[in-house]
């Protein structure tokens, strides 16, 4: 059963009942979710409507059905209102490299209304929180992509907004840049104090800094959690295949007290995966001269169920 997001009311994003449309092509289907989590992961495949949801956030296309409010103002009618409190980093590198971050930061932070001295200022404390005021004078166009990436994530925080938009963040990252990137993330969602909506396929990226997940299915939501909800939906047990004796490793850990089911020729799963438990199987295993060759987690993972909701 689809749950929404936990949320008081109002919410900080409310979507209901949105309907997109592009000729025949159905985008998004009766979508309804409330977002209220300091940091919240956009999950779906390709087509899947991220992308679509996205923009219908911002304000940048009007639902064939249904309306979005975001801190209580409607994104279709009040989309001036909505941008100047929301902020936005672009997937694709979008950056004109004949300019400095400095000056893009400055100059996006007056289109969204700030004075010319408070946008100077607020960009030097942008750039300084992703990392950049060393580099701040430096012309895009030497930067890395890291640098790019993080010079995308200051023009989104300059205004100082309540709500952020990050597309794909750690597109093109290494493991050492993607790993700052996710930490730059949680960071502002923690104590800068701005929610964060992620879009991102890349699970880890979602389960590392995000407290709850919006997860779409051609077009429809599959499912809105907080990641504390899904934990229960995994399992402490073990599953163990053998190669033979799967009965009599049975037998021997059901008289031990562990609580056993056999599963095809070669399987046990054991109820508890607990240390206790694991030094048992291996004792058994060991006097019954059982051989194991495999051993995982009975439930799965978070990514697991994840995954399900993806792809069911």
């Given at each position: 059963?689809?749950?929404?997001?936990?949320?008081v009311s109002p919410a900080l994003i409310e979507v209901d009942n949105v309907r997109v449309q592009y000729g025949s092509h159905i985008a998004l289907d009766g979508v309804s979710v409330d977002i209220d989590a300091p940091a919240t992961g956009l999950l779906g495949g390709n087509g899947a409507g991220k992308s679509t949801l996205m923009k219908a956030i911002l304000g940048l296309l009007r639902p064939s059905e249904g309306s979005i409010r975001i801190?209580?103002?409607?994104a279709a009618t009040a989309a001036d209102l909505v941008r100047r409190r929301i902020g936005y980093m672009p997937e694709h590198d979008c950056l004109p490299p004949s300019m400095s971050a400095a000056d893009i930061v400055v100059h996006l932070a007056q289109l969204r209304g700030l004075p010319h001295r408070d946008a100077v200022r607020r960009a030097s404390e942008a750039l300084f929180t992703v990392g950049l005021e060393e580099e701040r004078s430096r012309l895009v166009g030497g930067y890395s992509t890291g640098m790019k990436q993080r010079a995308k994530l200051a023009q989104a925080i300059v205004h100082g907004p309540e709500v952020v938009l990050l597309d794909e963040p750690t597109t093109g990252l290494d493991p050492a840049g993607r790993a700052e990137m996710l930490m730059l993330v949680r960071r502002i969602a923690t104590e800068l104090g701005i929610h964060v909506i992620v879009s991102s396929h890349i699970l880890d990226d979602i389960r590392r800094t995000c407290d709850a997940v919006v997860v779409l299915r051609d077009g429809r939501l599959a499912t809105a959690e907080t990641l504390?909800?899904?934990?229960?939906?995994?399992s402490e047990g073990v599953r163990v295949e053998v190669g033979s004796g799967a009965d009599q490793l049975a037998a021997a850990l059901a008289a031990a007290g562990f609580r056993v089911t056999r599963e095809?020729?070669?399987?046990?799963v054991m109820g508890d995966g607990s240390d206790r438990a694991l030094d048992a199987l291996r004792d058994a295993a060991a006097a019954h001269g059982v051989a194991l060759r495999k051993l995982v987690p009975a439930g799965g993972t978070v990514e697991d169920v994840l995954v399900e909701a993806m792809s069911r």
């Amino acid at each position: 059963m689809v749950r929404r997001v936990p949320s008081v009311s109002p919410a900080l994003i409310e979507v209901d009942n949105v309907r997109v449309q592009y000729g025949s092509h159905i985008a998004l289907d009766g979508v309804s979710v409330d977002i209220d989590a300091p940091a919240t992961g956009l999950l779906g495949g390709n087509g899947a409507g991220k992308s679509t949801l996205m923009k219908a956030i911002l304000g940048l296309l009007r639902p064939s059905e249904g309306s979005i409010r975001i801190l209580g103002q409607d994104a279709a009618t009040a989309a001036d209102l909505v941008r100047r409190r929301i902020g936005y980093m672009p997937e694709h590198d979008c950056l004109p490299p004949s300019m400095s971050a400095a000056d893009i930061v400055v100059h996006l932070a007056q289109l969204r209304g700030l004075p010319h001295r408070d946008a100077v200022r607020r960009a030097s404390e942008a750039l300084f929180t992703v990392g950049l005021e060393e580099e701040r004078s430096r012309l895009v166009g030497g930067y890395s992509t890291g640098m790019k990436q993080r010079a995308k994530l200051a023009q989104a925080i300059v205004h100082g907004p309540e709500v952020v938009l990050l597309d794909e963040p750690t597109t093109g990252l290494d493991p050492a840049g993607r790993a700052e990137m996710l930490m730059l993330v949680r960071r502002i969602a923690t104590e800068l104090g701005i929610h964060v909506i992620v879009s991102s396929h890349i699970l880890d990226d979602i389960r590392r800094t995000c407290d709850a997940v919006v997860v779409l299915r051609d077009g429809r939501l599959a499912t809105a959690e907080t990641l504390e909800q899904l934990a229960p939906q995994t399992s402490e047990g073990v599953r163990v295949e053998v190669g033979s004796g799967a009965d009599q490793l049975a037998a021997a850990l059901a008289a031990a007290g562990f609580r056993v089911t056999r599963e095809g020729e070669h399987g046990i799963v054991m109820g508890d995966g607990s240390d206790r438990a694991l030094d048992a199987l291996r004792d058994a295993a060991a006097a019954h001269g059982v051989a194991l060759r495999k051993l995982v987690p009975a439930g799965g993972t978070v990514e697991d169920v994840l995954v399900e909701a993806m792809s069911r």
